[in-house]
């Protein structure tokens, strides 16, 4: 499978400057914008920017500060915006894809940014790509963030008010669930007896987990709690594991802690259970804590396409609740599709 962990890029890295097509979507963090504010590309490069079309205060005013961000970097004629109307992720797809068809045939090395980009937005883009350039590699960009939702402060404060389980958190970025999305080709294959197995990788926005699970309802729930990579947020495993510990005590659960960064090792993980458990159980993936813990997700199922992907989607976002600041931004080499390590037999 190969190491798959992301390594820091700075201002003058010629990785930039490699880059024939730029993926971004417009979302409210700062670190969403940094990648295209900050970095130069080469004069042939095209910018696909997704463009977010909903009712969230302000949303018109951002897609605008991309749109002109991106004529300052880019000739107009290589300028593609693509909008996700709420949730209507087929025709988002369509019209992606007319624009990936319609790029010179010489452009193949696409950098992703997933930095302002949800779940499945994230594994239909990936997935668009890999399938029109199935021998390229592509680069995942990411854009940490310098403080999270809750804060430590606030993880503190809930810790002196409830103790060991967490019910009540401050308001995330995400609201309350508003429904359970499974489009094609991340169905996967459901047998017979409909037993599952839910891996969920777990986060901190317990609303979504808990829609989840009351939806799937598995007869066997793999919690998969990250673990940052930075020290000073080492809190955030607890606060996961706080808030997802009545699912430990009600439910036949399994749990492991895998790093929020390492692509290599939470697949590593999910492949290990699926071994164990593919004669017995379908498998179910719910990828609701990072990004790269997405992108690890979206990797598993192109090697074990029968495995189900399930995005809990929120009734909004809240703009005051994104993460703030910005501090490093990494790159991830993806092999091919064709040339990627695929399953054996």
């Known amino acids: 499978?190969?190491?798959?962990?992301?390594?820091?890029?700075?201002?003058t890295s010629s990785v930039w400057?490699?880059?024939?097509?730029?993926?971004?979507?417009?979302?409210?963090e700062?670190?969403?914008?940094?990648?295209?504010?900050?970095?130069?590309?080469?004069?042939?490069?095209?910018?696909?920017?997704v463009l977010y079309d909903n009712d969230v205060p302000g949303n018109p005013e951002l897609g605008k500060r991309y749109r002109i961000a991106?004529?300052?970097?880019?000739?107009?004629?290589?300028?593609?915006?693509?909008?996700?109307?709420?949730?209507?992720?087929?025709?988002?797809?369509?019209?992606?894809?007319?624009?990936?068809?319609?790029?010179?045939?010489?452009?193949?090395?696409?950098?992703?940014?997933?930095?302002?980009m949800p779940a499945h937005v994230i594994f239909a883009l990936l997935n668009l790509i890999r399938e029109a350039q199935p021998y390229e590699d592509q680069i995942c960009f990411y854009t940490a963030a310098r403080e999270y939702t809750p804060t430590e402060k606030e993880y503190e404060e809930l810790k002196r008010k409830q103790g060991d389980d967490?019910?009540?958190?401050?308001?995330?970025?995400?609201?309350?669930?508003?429904?359970?999305?499974?489009?094609?080709?991340?169905?996967?294959?459901?047998?017979g007896d409909a037993r599952c197995c839910l891996a969920l990788f777990a986060g901190y926005e317990l609303h979504r987990s808990t829609g989840v699970v009351d939806e799937?309802?598995?007869?066997?729930?793999?919690?998969?709690?990250?673990?940052?990579?930075?020290?000073?947020?080492?809190?955030?495993?607890?606060?996961?594991?706080?808030?997802?510990?009545?699912?430990?005590?009600?439910?036949?659960?399994?749990?492991e802690e895998v790093s929020t960064r390492d692509v290599g090792e939470c697949m590593a993980v999910l492949e290990e259970y699926y071994n164990f458990t593919v004669d017995d159980y379908d498998l179910t993936i719910a990828p609701v804590c990072s990004k790269?813990?997405?992108?690890?997700?979206?990797?598993?199922?192109?090697?074990?396409?029968?495995?189900?992907?399930?995005?809990?989607?929120?009734?909004?976002?809240?703009?005051?609740?994104?993460?703030?600041?910005?501090?490093?931004?990494?790159?991830?080499e993806l092999p091919g599709r064709l040339t990627f390590p695929q399953r054996n037999g």
């Open 1 to 11: 499978m190969g190491k798959l962990t992301p390594r820091v890029v700075g201002n």
């Open 17 to 28: 400057a490699g880059i024939d097509v730029l993926v971004l979507a417009a979302g409210f």
């Open 30 to 49: 700062e670190r969403a914008f940094q990648v295209l504010s900050t970095h130069r590309f080469n004069d042939r490069a095209h910018v696909i920017l």
């Open 70 to 116: 991106a004529e300052e970097k880019f000739l107009k004629s290589h300028i593609h915006r693509v909008q996700l109307h709420a949730n209507d992720i087929d025709n988002f797809k369509l019209k992606c894809q007319e624009v990936i068809r319609a790029l010179p045939s010489d452009l193949g090395k696409f950098g992703i940014d997933v930095s302002g």
């Open 166 to 191: 967490i019910e009540y958190v401050p308001k995330s970025m995400a609201l309350e669930m508003s429904q359970l999305l499974v489009f094609e080709p991340f169905s996967g294959y459901r047998s």
């Open 216 to 255: 799937i309802n598995p007869a066997v729930t793999l919690l998969m709690y990250g673990k940052p990579a930075s020290e000073k947020l080492a809190w955030r495993l607890d606060l996961s594991r706080r808030l997802h510990q009545k699912f430990e005590k009600t439910r036949r659960c399994a749990v």
């Open 292 to 332: 790269m813990q997405t992108i690890a997700s979206f990797l598993f199922w192109e090697k074990y396409p029968e495995v189900q992907v399930t995005f809990p989607l929120p009734i909004g976002y809240d703009p005051d609740r994104r993460p703030r600041g910005v501090e490093s931004t990494y790159a991830l």
